[in-house]
């Protein structure tokens, strides 16, 4: 559902249900369970966006928030007798904020940042894999044929199956935050034709 409370602010809703089935390695792999049962889940979701005038732009700076929750029956994740189980209940909450800035009408700057708790409901510890901060951040620019974007990514610490550069199993631990960093553009030289150049990790992190 969705409402259009004025020219520039609408408010959001959702719900929706899920489902999946164990797969082949999750239920046959060395430390698998052939009897897993299927994940199944419910999460709803609200939000809102606001759009203002600034910078001699429309839409010069836009916000917006977003609040989520999903509860799974019989999360499918490994455990800690070194196999795979269905956790009774997982419940994962997360927040996001978004805002956009256009200085110009060929410039635009974003910024967003998700923050996430993800529990196991019956143990009451964090979930693995998920992190608990994730910001974004880019800069986008398009004059006439010429086009490009700097971006940036910073995933924080989680909680995962560790492993040492031996390759021998270490427990379960904290796999360290990352940065990453993008640069790309392009060029539309004629009708339906570009020519781009991109690169991914710039400063060349090492990251898991």
Request: no cysteine.
């Amino acid at each position: 559902a969705s409402l259009d409370v004025t020219d520039q602010v609408r408010l959001y809703a959702s719900y929706g249900t899920s489902f999946r089935a164990p797969t082949l390695y999750e239920r046959f792999i060395y430390f698998g369970d052939p009897n897993l049962n299927p994940e199944r889940g419910a999460a709803w979701e609200v939000g809102g966006d606001a759009r203002f005038v600034a910078f001699g732009e429309g839409d010069g700076i836009v916000l917006g928030l977003i609040y989520r929750n999903a509860e799974i029956e019989e999360l499918i994740d490994f455990n800690s007798f070194f196999s795979y189980a269905n956790i009774d209940q997982a419940n994962i909450d997360s927040a996001e904020a978004r805002v956009a800035f256009r200085p110009a009408s060929w410039l635009t700057a974003r910024l967003s940042y998700v923050y996430t708790d993800a529990q196991d409901a019956s143990t009451g510890t964090r979930l693995l894999r998920r992190p608990q901060d994730v910001w974004n951040a880019s800069l986008d620019f398009e004059e006439g044929a010429i086009s490009g974007q700097v971006g940036w990514r910073r995933v924080g610490e989680r909680s995962d199956q560790i492993y040492g550069d031996n390759g021998f199993y270490a427990g379960v631990g904290i796999t360290p935050a990352y940065n990453v960093f993008r640069a790309s553009a392009a060029w539309n030289f004629a009708t339906g034709a570009q020519i781009y150049l991109a690169a991914d990790n710039l400063t060349d992190e090492a990251y898991e």
